[in-house]
């Protein structure tokens, strides 16, 4: 045992080393090897050099062959995998989940659709409101209904700023009637439009 250690010694100290312990007791059992060892300076480093290659190899053969498989048996442990039978009805639940909610919200839109029209809004606005909770989408329609009091409030504001008190004829116009040409009403905003429009202008 000594000798294959002595062997791995470096060429400039190993005849040292073999001098050195010329006149040390002989070695007869593990234990006299172990103490030799660690008294030793040498030996000391070169046994902890082999126990540190020992220990990354083998750390290192155990993620490559080993630690994977380890992983996918955990994996599998946490998910196993499904009867086809359960995967099917599973699938069948969520199409018919997602059915219900499409026709729910569906209803829901044309609910929102009526409740804008009536309320002199576009309709485009009831994507804005469709909620698959039945208070959130009252609470949602309230509001949006409600933005036709403010509409009127800036239509009538907007539309006594620009054109007075005008107001057209029953039956005809006069010359106080609000008029301008299609490519200029265009290029309006929105509510200046719908302003125009109450005021019964025309267009040239």
Same mark, same amino acid.
């Given at each position: @045992?000594? =000798?294959?250690? *002595? +062997? &791995? #010694?470096?060429?400039?100290?190993?005849?040292?080393?073999?001098?050195? *312990?010329?006149?040390?007791?002989?070695?007869?059992?593990?234990?006299?090897?172990?103490? #030799?060892?660690?008294?030793?300076?040498?030996? &000391?480093? =070169?046994? +902890?050099?082999? *126990?540190?290659?020992?220990?990354?190899?083998?750390?290192?053969?155990?993620?490559? =062959?080993?630690?994977?498989? *380890?992983? /996918?048996?955990?994996? &599998?442990?946490?998910?196993?995998?499904? +009867?086809?039978? +359960? /995967?099917?009805?599973? =699938? @069948? /639940?969520?199409e018919l989940a997602k059915m219900k909610r499409d026709a729910l919200l569906k209803d829901r839109k044309a609910v929102a659709m009526q409740k804008l029209t009536e309320a002199g809004l576009p309709a485009d606005l009831s994507d804005f409101a469709l909620d698959e909770d039945e208070n959130v989408f009252a609470s949602k329609i309230e509001k949006l209904t409600g933005l036709k009091a403010w509409r009127d409030a800036e239509v009538d504001k907007i539309a006594k700023e620009r054109f007075g008190n005008q107001k057209p004829p029953v039956g005809g116009q006069n010359k106080e009637t609000p008029r301008m040409s299609l490519d200029k009403f265009n290029e309006l905003p929105l509510n200046e439009r719908l302003a125009f429009s109450k005021a019964g202008g025309t267009f040239e």
């Open positions: @045992m000594l =000798e294959s250690y *002595i +062997d &791995k #010694l470096p060429e400039d100290v190993r005849e040292q080393f073999k001098a050195d *312990i010329a006149g040390l007791v002989s070695i007869k059992n593990r234990e006299d090897a172990a103490k #030799l060892i660690s008294e030793n300076p040498h030996l &000391k480093s =070169e046994r +902890d050099a082999i *126990i540190s290659r020992t220990t990354e190899n083998y750390a290192l053969k155990f993620r490559e =062959e080993k630690l994977p498989g *380890i992983v /996918q048996d955990e994996i &599998k442990k946490l998910n196993p995998p499904k +009867d086809p039978k +359960d /995967q099917a009805l599973a =699938e @069948m /639940q969520a």
